[in-house]
């Protein structure tokens, strides 16, 4: 299914400060294509330990395409025994370790997209492509697309999404463009919206290193798939299931992702609940981010159950 995997970033400083040794049990909170999981694995159950020992991995991810790819995966990595795959929002982490008893001594969430998504889903993702706009992580339970959302919404609210979720500079020029083009024919594919973008900014950020769509596909990606929320609810349930001593890493890919991650472990840290392992943010190697180009964005933070 999944010719493309994803390649993990900071895989290695994941790996170093989870405390992963035989015998503890782990979540992954978005498997994807099991890049952390498989490694985590090989630490927690390594080859030789008699079952009974091993620790178990517990994998979420919303992808109902996915899923089945990281399966197989897991199966061909030796390691189905070990491994408990939900296909299903981190959101719902805590409902999940209470429905198979899972009392966690690590979690890790590697947030946003997959490579997979942008380069074979055909849901849209990726302005460089040209596919119907609907941008869902799971088509089967989630509502709204890309499109619906772009033909729809009303001026004010396409501008307030592409200002917060994508802190897009140019966002009133924009939503404006689009809302004077779909009165004379929907837009339901991306180059069909990037092609309401370039005329609306101007000449010179049409030539900056980074597209001029970009932000826009962000805010959108988020607005369909509630991303900031998701993560407010998901990592606040991660620290409520953790064991004390329990560690918890967070990689974000966006400012906003990264900002509400921080507020979210000074609260804990301040009502006493967690404590940062490293002060402030772990960011990629140079090589890493020559090897790597999608990693250069990445940051990672990691705290501790008290
Ligand atoms: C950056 S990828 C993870 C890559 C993985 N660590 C690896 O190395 O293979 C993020 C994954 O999180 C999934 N995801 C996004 N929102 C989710 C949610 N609310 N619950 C579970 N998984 C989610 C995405 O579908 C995507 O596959």
Known sequence: ?????????????????????????????????????????????????????????LGIEIDNTLIRGTELRIKEAGFFENAILMNDSYVNLKKICEEKKFEPDGIVFDLGLSS??????????????????????????????????????????????????????FAESIAKAIVRARKSKPIIRTQELVGVIEPAVPEWYKHRKIHCATKTFQALRIEVNDELENVRRGVSAAIDVLKSKGRLAVVSFQGLEDKMVKEIFKEKTKEGIIKFVVKGTIKPTWNEQKENPRSRSAKMKIVEKL
């Open 1 to 57: 299914m999944s010719e493309i995997i994803h390649k993990p970033v900071l895989l290695k400083e994941v790996i170093g400060c989870l405390n992963l040794a035989p015998g503890k049990n782990i979540i992954d909170a978005t498997i994807d294509g099991g890049g952390y999981a498989v490694a985590i694995l090989e630490k927690i159950a390594p080859e030789g330990l008699p079952a009974g020992e091993a620790g178990k991995l």
């Open 116 to 169: 997979w998504h942008l380069e074979q889903s055909k849901r849209g993702f990726s302005f460089k492509k040209d596919e119907i706009l609907d941008m869902r992580f799971n088509p089967e339970t989630q509502p709204k697309t890309a499109a619906e959302i772009i033909n729809q919404y009303g001026v004010e609210d396409l501008e307030k999404i592409f200002k917060e979720y994508g802190e897009e500079q």
